[in-house]
């Protein structure tokens, strides 16, 4: 398995799009559910685990393709400007906005407040400094997600740091990835990035491994940001064109 072009790692985009699969996958059943006839629990432990692994995949690999994107900066230039993290996720964060809005007009009793693309926006800024120093990356990501745990058992009378995991009650939401824990797997994203791609290149080679569905995975993996925004109006009108569900009047 040979690298794609100059600045990627197809094996990297191909587990992207593995979590894109999964996402997809759950997100077509949750529509089933919530609009069709589908008596499935998808709050079982099996579905919530399957939704914490994938959504750790994905967000651990923002962090690991940070080290990449600065390893190629560091090539050619001695300081990597801080500029370029700050307008990538400030731009992921307006797109987290989007979706709040879109949500709130249309599910306004569960609008998505802090969303996975409001958490890896604002990963993307407060990483700048972590990921030169893996270690200092190991550290702060099993602080913060420890502390993303002890949030969790708690709930708190306010709903101004709800972006941090301080959750108010009766709090309901579609998606919700606070800070603690999820920048701590932003930040052993970074860790691992500088183990395995130390200085931008492959420390292991990677198996070898079939040009299908290889290939394909790593398509939805390059495109995982516009998979990401638009594929729910694609799912849910692709359902409703083949019966499978309705929109409540």
């Given at each position: ?200 290149e492959r420390r292991f080679i990677p198996p070898n491994i079939p040009a299908f569905p290889f290939r394909g995975l790593a398509f939805l993996g390059r495109h995982s940001l516009t998979i990401y925004l638009f594929h729910q109006p694609v799912i849910l009108g692709l359902l409703f064109l083949l019966g499978f569900i309705r929109f409540p009047l």
């Amino acid at each position: 398995m040979q690298r794609s072009g100059q600045n990627r790692f197809p094996e990297v985009d191909a587990l992207r799009g593995c979590a894109i699969v999964m996402m997809l996958l759950y997100h077509t059943l949750f529509d089933l559910v919530f609009f069709g006839n589908l008596k499935m629990n998808l709050f079982s432990p099996f579905w919530r685990g399957y939704v914490l692994f994938g959504a750790s995949l994905f967000i651990g690999l923002a962090g690991l393709s940070l080290t990449l994107s600065f390893s190629r900066e560091r090539k050619h230039r001695n300081v990597v400007p801080f500029s370029k993290y700050l307008k990538r996720g400030l731009l992921l964060f307006f797109y987290g906005m989007a979706i709040t809005l879109v949500t709130y007009l249309a599910i306004p009793e569960a609008y998505v407040r802090f969303g996975v693309l409001h958490c890896i926006g604002t990963s993307i800024i407060l990483a700048y400094p972590f990921i030169p120093r893996p270690w200092l990356s190991f550290l702060g990501g099993i602080g913060s997600i420890v502390a993303g745990y002890f949030l969790s058992l708690r709930i708190f009378p306010f709903s101004f740091l709800l972006f941090l995991g301080f959750k108010p009650p009766r709090f309901s939401t579609l998606d919700y990835f606070p800070l603690f824990p999820w920048f701590g797997v932003v930040l052993l994203g970074i860790f691992a990035g500088n183990f395995l791609y130390p200085r931008g290149e492959r420390r292991f080679i990677p198996p070898n491994i079939p040009a299908f569905p290889f290939r394909g995975l790593a398509f939805l993996g390059r495109h995982s940001l516009t998979i990401y925004l638009f594929h729910q109006p694609v799912i849910l009108g692709l359902l409703f064109l083949l019966g499978f569900i309705r929109f409540p009047l």
